[in-house]
């Protein structure tokens, strides 16, 4: 988790020093969930969270032009692919949120494509 954490913060760095005041990065692991009833949040209840912040109050992500994915063996990279998907399969093209994985555009194809959920509930 340390080391998540050390990476995702160099990454946002470096984005952000290249792109300047043009982008903002949202770095998830500086957003940690309180014990409750002395039990550490999981997966599942930050999937809950995040899928709330990323599609917004109207589920359309109008707060995302951009995002990236790069964790292929990630539960939670999975959920977050799949909630990005659905959010583009609402917006109109031309108004879909651009998706690059491993530092590559995704195609049109890709960008409206599941993933085999994560701890999403189906």
Do not use: C
Not at 5 to 34: F, H, M
Not at 43 to 62: F, K, P, S
Not at 70 to 76: F, K, R
Not at 106 to 111: Q, V
Request: zero cysteines; a negative charge.
């Amino acid at each position: 988790m340390e080391i998540n954490l050390e990476i995702a913060a160099s990454v946002k760095t470096r984005l952000e020093k290249e792109y300047g005041a043009a982008v903002w990065i949202l770095d998830p692991g500086r957003y940690q969930l309180p014990d409750i009833a002395g039990k550490p949040a999981g997966g599942a209840e930050y999937m809950v969270m995040w899928t709330a912040v990323l599609a917004g109050d109207d589920g359309m992500g109008r707060d995302f032009d951009m995002v990236r994915a790069s964790s292929a063996y990630s539960s939670g990279a999975h959920d977050e692919w799949n909630i990005f998907v659905r959010i583009n399969r609402k917006r109109p093209l031309g108004d879909q949120v651009a998706i690059f994985f491993d530092s590559r555009s995704a195609s049109p194809a890709e960008m409206e494509v599941d993933v085999s959920p994560g701890y999403e509930l189906r």
